[in-house]
């Protein structure tokens, strides 16, 4: 199935909100992709999904990051689940149904998360079919950093004006590109249908996939994709031993430790030739 979910960023006025459909079956982490591009985010911070209104209450039913858990989050007093192959329709099962999102747990965005209506059979990817407003800028503050930073922005006259329109930079409140938006998600989808094959082709590859920082990921994508991981090599040992040989004389040469050796003669390289 698709959902039509609405998105608020709780505590902001005029509201910031966007309009997304999804497959009812997307995982939570893949969602967490979604918002970050939806909204506009960066994922520079920790993220959890929570049941109900009160995202820190004692009782709250919370959805977070493995990182979270390494980190040490996990004795805060509300039950926490890992995300991990948690399904949105897991959560969601009937129009007016809602969860809360929270991103950066210094700034508190609390963004909620309503399921408008059921809209049809099940799609691949995402897409973003209207909005308003831009997200905030990281790290100003929450609602009420976000409010102030309006206000120094506003005011021409203000002590503050001209430092913090150098830390904003080319900010628009106002702006929201819904073009833009469809054409990431749609790169987004091309690249994790890209990064699921590499990882099916090649354990090492997948074990790499799950260690790259999400913002990371497209690069990582773009590079898989021209690996042709796919494609079986027909090399043999000769041709393998000598395409390698340079490699493997350098690793065997710097052992555990090589000693830098600055803008001095090199005392590395002179034998390099000898792998030739």
Request: aromatic share 6%; charged share 20%; proline share 6%.
């Amino acid at each position: 199935m698709q959902y039509r979910l609405r998105v608020v960023l709780c505590d902001i006025e005029p509201a910031i909100w966007r309009t997304l459909e999804v497959p009812s079956s997307i995982e939570l982490p893949y969602l967490h992709d979604v918002l970050q591009i939806v909204m506009g985010w960066e994922d520079y911070h920790l993220h959890k999904f929570v049941l109900g209104d009160e995202p820190w209450a004692h009782d709250a039913v919370s959805f977070v990051m493995q990182s979270s858990l390494d980190e040490g989050f996990d004795d805060l007093p509300s039950v926490n689940h890992l995300e991990l192959d948690v399904r949105l329709e897991e959560l969601l099962t009937e129009p007016g149904e809602s969860i809360i999102y929270l991103y950066d747990f210094g700034d508190d965005w609390a963004h909620q998360l309503t399921l408008e209506a059921i809209v049809g059979d099940d799609i691949s990817g995402a897409s973003c079919p209207d909005g308003a407003r831009a997200c905030p800028p990281e790290d100003c503050g929450g609602p009420h950093g976000y409010a102030d930073l309006l206000a120094v922005l506003a005011d021409t006259g203000h002590p503050e004006h001209q430092h913090m329109t150098a830390w904003a930079g080319p900010f628009d409140p106002e702006h929201f590109d819904r073009d833009a938006i469809n054409q990431t998600l749609t790169a987004r989808t091309r690249n994790g249908e890209t990064l699921r094959s590499a990882a099916a082709a090649s354990a090492l590859v997948a074990d790499l996939i799950t260690r790259v920082t999400p913002p990371a990921l497209p690069a990582l994508a773009d590079v898989l994709s021209r690996a042709d991981l796919n494609q079986t090599a027909d090399v043999d040992d000769a041709t393998a031993t000598a395409a390698m040989a340079k490699i493997i004389w350098m690793v065997h040469h710097i052992g555990d430790r090589l000693k830098l050796t600055g803008w001095g003669p090199s005392t590395s390289g002179d034998h390099r030739s000898d792998a030739s």
